[in-house]
């Protein structure tokens, strides 16, 4: 299979990873973002994070999935396969060194930091 056809898996850093070209498959079958967005209450901002495979962008936690779901089923993608392109994107992020829990530590720095300097001494 060549790489260029759609649902092949591409090069994508130093790692393969499978990408999908969510945004094709969508204009194929005829659907708007708009049209998704008013079906499934996601916001055009989140489906466009789906789109990009830019799934960071995403609330967290069991929306994501729930979004994946939701957006595989308007436009007729089976929701195995978007969610395992999620799992991958994930993973890799994890391979990389971005852990969650480094970025929540970050932030609760920077809380405890605004609530000292915020609380009267």
Known sequence: MKSEEFGAPALVGPARRRSLDLSQLRRIKGVSLEEIAERTKI???FLLAIEAEEFEKLPGGIFNTSYLRQYAAAIGLDEAEL???YDLAMNAGVARGEDRVDARR???GILDRWWR???PA
């Open 117 to 119: 300097l915020s609380t």
């Open 83 to 85: 969610l395992a392109c």
């Open 43 to 45: 916001s055009l901002r």
């Open 106 to 108: 970050r932030t609760r």
